[in-house]
Each structure stands twice: as C-alpha cells, then as structure tokens.
C-alpha cells in the first residue's frame, strides 16, 4: 500500500510541475492535467536517466526534492486560476459512465498491488529485470545478454525510481498514470471539439487490454499517450494556426520516441500529415514549423540512440541490422527475430487486411503472446481489443466525423497498416486506440437517440465486462498478496520455485544459464540468457563437445543451468542444445531441481548446490 502512495504523490507532484511548465497555453482543465502530467513524467524519467548514467544514485533524493518543490509549486498556481466547471455533460446516464470509467481506474490502481505474475512475461525478463540491474550495478550499464534493455527506456526509467523508492508497486503505478493521463487526455480533446468526452472514456477504459496494461509494468500505454497528445496538439495547432501548440506537439512526439521503436512509424506518419495539412491549410509558416518540430521530435529522443550507437553501433538495436549491423547479432539471429513477429496475427494478405477490424473482435486469440495464455493460472481474454471499436466504426457510419477527425482517422489507419505489416501483437496497436476513440465519439452526441443508446448500451456492456474479467481473475488473490507475497508468486508463476531455490541454495556469486526463459526478475543470481538466439556471447560454434562447454561456462563464473521444459521447442535439437544435453548424459550436469517442468542442473565440479 505505501508504494501506491508514493508513486501516485510523485505522479500528482510531476503533473504540477507540468502545468507550470505550460501556464501560458489555453488548456481546458483535462488538458491542464494530461498534457502536465506526460510533460512532468516525462522529464523526470529524463532526472532519473541522468542520474543513472552517472551512477549517482543518490541524486535521485535531489531530483525528487526538485520535483517536490515544483509540483507543489504548480498545483498551488492550478488551484487559484482553475474555474471548476467541467465541459462536459453530466446529464442523464453521463453520471453512470464516468462512474463505470472512475471504477476501472480504481481497480486497475489497486491491481498494481499484485507483484508480476505469469500474466507479465515482458515485465520480469526485461522492463522491471533491467532496472534491476542497474540499481544492482549503481546506475546505467550496458546488457548485451538482454538486447532489449536497448530498447527506448522513458518509462522503464521511471520504474528505475519505483523499484529503488518501494518496489514493484511503486514502479507499476507510473504506468497506470500514463492510462489515466491518456484516457483524460482523449476526452478533453474530444470536449475541444465539441463532443462528450465521456463515450471516448468509456471506450478506452472499458477496453481489456488497456485495462490489462493499466496495472502491469509494460509501456504501450505511455506510447500510445504521448503519440496521442502530439497529434492532438498537431490537429488543434493547424486548425487555429496556433504555433505554441505546435512547440507541444513536438515536445510530446519527441517523448513518445523515447518509449518505444515502434513509435518511429507514428513519428513519421505524424510528420508527413502535418506537412500534408498544413500544405491543404496552405499555412506555410506552419509547414516550416512542423519541419522544425518533427527535428525537434528527434533532438529530444536522441540521447538514448545515440547511446545504442555507441555501445553497439546501431541506434535502433538489435533491428535494422542489414542496415547498421551490431555487435553481439547476426543476419540469422535477425531473421529468427522477424519470425517470431511474424507468427502473430491471421495472415497478411489483402482479404485479411479488410477483415481486420472483425478478426480483432472475435478472434482476439490470434493477435496475443501465446505464452501468457499457457502460463496464467486462469485464462481469460484478457489482451484482447473487446467489440467497442467495431462498434464505434457503426456509429461513424451514423455521425460522420468531426472537422478534422478525418486526419486522426487517416493516421489511425497508416499506424495500423504498419502494424498490420510489421507485428501484428494487439497491445503494439494501442497507440492508435485514442485517435480512433476521437474521429469516432467526437460527434457521438449528434447521432439519434436510438444509436446514442445502443451505442452506450454496449460500451457499458463492455466496461462491466472488463470489470467483472479482472475483478474475477485476480481481486480474489489480493488477501493472499498482502498476506503471503511468496505464496502468490508460488501460485501464479510457474518458474517461481526453481528461483526460489536458487536464491536459497546457491552460492551468491555463481552465475545461472537461462534456457527457453528470460524472466530473471526475481533471481538474486548473476545470470544469462543461454538460448543461442538472443545474443553471441556464448561462443556455441567453438565447442565440439558438453565437455568444452562446460569448461568455457566454468571459466566464466556459471555453475548452474535452469531449462524450461514447457518451452523447450520439439525435435531434433539445434547444434547448441545439444550440448547441454550431452553434458548432462555425461554427468557434467547434475539434476539438482525438477518441479512444474523446469529443471535446475549444477556443474559437476560445483558443491555450492544442496538437494
């Protein structure tokens, strides 16, 4: 409970540091709050990359003092200029829909109470295991085992400073502020243009998968929130020729770049439409300035690829590797790389590219990791997109779209074609959800009475849906959490006891091969990812034999070897496989644990394990 406390003060105190930071923009309230809020999360997970970099840790406790300060600052400044009138409607059955969305977010900020379960796979092999690392290491270092701790690093920054202010509850909270600043965000912006904002929070809330993420220590939602804000920003700065809004969409843009490679594509898309518009608009000191900001996008985000290409030689590591190579990688490992992307989704031709938006409703199967199905203790269609946005395609059908929602619809659409292309994973399309949700509500209060009930009718379906699937799913475990954090890891995660046993039983200094899993999290062991395509540190070609492995893996530090049968992939094994099992038909591996299909094997030449 104290770590919900403390990253929910220190998200409310960067969101006044925020707002002060923008006093001179007219923003509605919402807009106050969720353009603040993306601007002070974002730049003080900068605060903490600095720190990190320098490995001064302890100049965390100044930037939080600083953030303090300015927080208390902006608030003070927000409450005496604020008239607390709402635009809104809050007539009628609007009271029962911003109540069902005002539940959502209570239950998705009590579920970050929940430590990462078998549910959160990315969470414990690399967003909250890396951060880990570097507090273990006294700030920023570079992991070529885990090529994705390249990967942009904005909010894995902030749950840097949750782990080392009170743990994983601390850490997940920021993400759940960063669904909260986009849902607030969308239905400001729909009120900006005339409509309700209230069917786009219901909409987005009420959607599963946005749910599931609200209280997981993933980054989609910040993706798709600072993407979201920067062409909001775009769209109102052309529409009035204002250029201040177009200084914040590049701000937000230059963020959004900052949490994730994907929202390379956004960027792109983003700029080429501002261009476009304002060519349409024929606003030419505004084409110069989107110019401008689209490098001003880049300049922001620069620091962390530019890292990558110092330590790798590639910015956009371990991708684009026929164009920038990299260290640790090769053409093959990129290849398999490409594979696994490719496994997700129904298909990629044409026919499947219409059927898009109903494959997405009713087969939500084909468009999630596999892997969280098969590990979670209870399967539920819990990643999955819900009906809402099918049936927000009816109601524009019915309404028509806003003045200017054809642009956010016609990025919408780009984003997906991209993603329809590249990985077709649903939470990877999160980013387009609020632009959707505003070329499709904006004008929801004009359709009949018929439609408007209908259409509420079944996004309020859908948000009590998603109440009772993750009420149902995992507030029954909560007790149990607050009781027995062990004995919910027990229960829910499947490699939960061989870690345990690791951390009990061996010596602290001898390393641990991973194979057929990542999720190191939660091991207090130095440890590696063993499978051969995740990086080349392991020289696998060299060995003729278990023996040789062995010896190199002695040499090194590693006395034991964790397998995932579960994963283990069947057949005949690959030339690296098969060394680890000739090692352990020769005895140089000895079976130390076995339970729930993982094994742990201890080097013959070590007496650090214990039966």
């Not at 923008?22 to 809020?37: D, M, V």
């Not at 607030?184 to 998968?209: D, E, I, K, N």
């Not at 806003?402 to 939470?427: C, D, I």
């Not at 070897?561 to 591996?589: C, D, K, M, S």
């Amino acid at each position: 409970m104290v770590g919900l406390f403390i990253g929910l003060t220190i998200g409310l105190l960067a969101t006044g540091a925020g707002m002060r930071l923008l006093s001179r923009l007219p923003l509605a309230f919402g807009e106050r709050i969720a353009y603040g809020g993306a601007l002070g999360l974002g730049l003080l997970a900068y605060g903490v990359s600095l720190f990190a970099a320098l490995h001064w840790l302890m100049g965390l406790w100044l930037l939080l003092g600083l953030t303090m300060v300015a927080g208390l600052w902006g608030w003070v400044w927000e409450l005496r200029r604020t008239r607390w009138t709402l635009q809104t409607s809050w007539a009628g059955l609007s009271w029962l829909a911003w109540g069902l969305v005002s539940m959502l977010f209570l239950l998705g900020l009590v579920l970050c109470l929940l430590p990462p379960d078998g549910n959160e796979w990315d969470a414990l092999a690399y967003h909250l295991a890396f951060p880990k690392l570097y507090l273990q290491a006294g700030g920023m270092i570079e992991i070529p085992f885990m090529h994705q701790s390249y990967f942009p690093p904005l909010v894995d920054m902030l749950y840097l400073l949750g782990l080392w202010l009170d743990g994983e509850s601390c850490a997940k909270v920021f993400h759940w502020l960063m669904a909260m600043l986009m849902v607030v965000g969308t239905a400001a912006f729909v009120g900006r243009l005339g409509g309700q904002g209230v069917w786009s929070a219901l909409l987005l809330m009420g959607t599963p998968v946005v749910m599931w993420q609200s209280f997981s220590a993933y980054i989609d939602l910040s993706t798709a929130l600072y993407v979201a804000l920067g062409t909001f920003a775009l769209a109102w700065a052309i529409k009035e020729r204002a250029p201040n809004w177009l200084w914040l969409a590049g701000v937000m843009m230059g963020f959004a770049l900052t949490t994730k490679y994907t929202a390379l594509l956004s960027w792109g898309l983003w700029w080429l439409m501002g261009l476009a518009w304002c060519g349409r608009e024929r606003w030419g000191h505004g084409a110069r300035l989107v110019a401008l900001m689209g490098l001003l996008a880049l300049a922001i985000s620069s620091p962390f690829y530019l890292r990558n290409w110092f330590w790798t030689g590639n910015p956009v590591y371990p991708f684009a590797y026929e164009i920038f190579g990299g260290k640790n990688w090769s053409r093959e490992q990129a290849l398999a790389y490409r594979g696994d992307q490719l496994k997700f989704g129904m298909g990629r031709d044409p026919a499947q590219l219409l059927l898009l938006p109903w494959n997405l409703t009713a087969h939500p199967l084909h468009f999630t990791d596999p892997i969280g199905v098969t590990v979670g203790e209870q399967v539920y269609l819990l990643p999955s997109a819900g009906m809402g946005y099918l049936a927000t395609l009816g109601l524009m059908a019915g309404t028509g779209l806003a003045t200017g929602a054809g642009w956010l619809l016609a990025l919408a659409g780009l984003n997906t074609l991209g993603w329809f292309y590249l990985m077709q994973q649903v939470r990877y399309l999160i980013v387009v959800f609020p632009l959707f949700a505003v070329s499709g509500t904006a004008q929801a209060h004009l359709a009949s009475r018929w439609l408007q009930g209908a259409y509420g009718a079944l996004l309020g379906v859908q948000a009590l849906f998603t109440l009772w699937l993750f009420g149902n799913a995992y507030l029954p475990s909560l007790p149990l959490v607050l009781r027995d954090r062990e004995a919910y890891l027990e229960r829910r995660l499947q490699i939960y006891p061989a870690t345990r046993f690791l951390n009990a039983h061996t010596h602290p200094d001898k390393g641990v091969i991973l194979l057929d899993e990542t999720r190191g999290y939660y091991l207090d062991r130095p440890y590696l990812w063993g499978n051969a395509g995740h990086h080349r540190l392991i020289p696998y070609g060299r060995f003729r034999s278990g023996r040789e492995l062995m010896a190199w893996l002695h040499r090194q530090g590693y006395g034991y070897v964790l397998i995932n049968r579960r994963f283990t992939p069947q057949g005949e094994p690959e030339h690296w496989r098969a060394l680890y099992y000739e090692a352990i038909a020769q005895g140089l591996l000895q079976p130390v644990f076995a339970e729930r299909g993982v094994e742990i094997y201890a080097l013959s030449d070590s007496s650090d394990a214990k039966q």
